[in-house]
């Protein structure tokens, strides 16, 4: 799939929130006095990410008809990602989520989202289909088949969408958004065998096919049809499989400040690495740094890398 220099190359389907980060650091939720408001979202972070390397991105999510809707419709469009397909749900509240930073490595997260979040309730007369079937890539996320009305509508999705281009599933599995471990497995597993690209840590490989271990997780990608399965290690690195080749991309160093966002980072890149026809081993080396950097910052889609900056880490 190619498309003319002002259309997008890039749709992400998912979640979005306003996240409140503590301005006091190192203390838990009860004594933190302030906080500042930061786009956030899996799949709005992974959007900017891509836009910030220069990418043509949109989001396809819902938000509240609230002030905080507002704001993420003015921050995609800040970030230079297009905001034409964010939908408004009338009757619910643009989600919140509220981090901890007494953990930076993993920081324990408040997400308000009650009693749905709008970003599940996408329904499929909102997809802008002429997009789907034309974009180069696709990225979707687990999250976005744990409650009706969005599971249909991203089986429809990626029913419509066939494996065509680079369709992407980020597996982003959160225990607090699923009733229980086997509806996530079973719903899950049924995107594994609609994709092309997979990527995910080992805790979400284990949901998705069965398996905790990298080469066995990626063994079972592969016979699903999958031709690009990307496995995040943490401090181990990041293996990068293929039917042919794999590797294993050791972890840049650096000073944890916070790991939110660090995934959505290397999604971003990963994204830019697959549009511009890079071999996997460095699509993997790329977003690594992505991450590594985005790791070392406050924030997610504010704190998203540019390519200059990628590019200065690895040389370094």
């Known amino acids: 799939m190619k498309t003319p220099g002002n259309e997008l190359e890039a749709l992400t389907i998912g979640r979005v929130g306003v ?27 992974v959007a900017v990410a891509a836009a910030r390397l220069g990418r043509r991105s949109a989001v396809l ?34 989600p919140v989520v509220f981090c901890e930073l007494t953990l930076p490595s993993d920081p324990p997260l408040l997400f308000y989202r009650a009693p749905i979040a709008p970003d599940l309730t996408i329904a499929t007369d909102e997809v802008p289909w002429e997009l789907v079937d034309s974009v180069p890539l696709l ?56 994709v092309n690209v997979v990527v995910g840590n080992r805790t979400e490989a284990e949901v ?17 049809g999958v031709r690009l399965a990307v496995i995040k290690q943490g401090g181990d690195g990041v293996l990068v499989a293929t039917a042919e080749e794999r590797w294993t991309v050791p972890p840049c160093r650096v000073e944890v400040v916070c790991g939110l966002g660090a995934g959505d980072a290397f999604g971003g890149a990963l994204i830019h690495g697959l549009l511009s026809g890079w071999d996997p081993r460095r699509i993997a080396t790329y ?16 704190a998203m890398p540019t390519g200059a900056e990628i590019e200065e880490l690895l040389c370094g």
């Open 19 to 45: 996240d409140l980060y503590p301005e006091q650091s190192g203390v838990a939720l009860a004594q933190v006095r302030s906080f500042a408001k930061f786009l956030g979202g899996t799949a709005t972070n």
């Open 61 to 94: 999510t819902k938000v509240g008809p609230d002030g905080f809707g507002d704001f993420v419709r003015t921050a995609l469009d800040g970030f230079g990602v297009s905001s034409r397909y964010v939908r408004t749900a009338p009757d619910l509240l643009t």
């Open 139 to 194: 990225w979707v996320t687990g999250t976005g088949v744990s409650a009706e009305p969005s599971r249909g509508t991203h089986r429809a999705v990626l029913l419509r969408r066939a494996r065509r281009g680079h369709t992407v599933l980020d597996l982003d599995y959160r225990p607090m958004f699923w009733p229980d471990l086997a509806t996530a497995r079973a719903e899950i597993g049924w995107m594994v065998d609609h």
């Open 208 to 224: 998705a096919v069965g398996t905790a271990d990298p080469d066995a997780a990626a063994d079972r990608l592969l016979a699903r």
């Open 287 to 302: 977003a690594n740094a992505a991450g590594a950097l985005v790791a070392a910052r406050l924030a997610c889609a504010d």
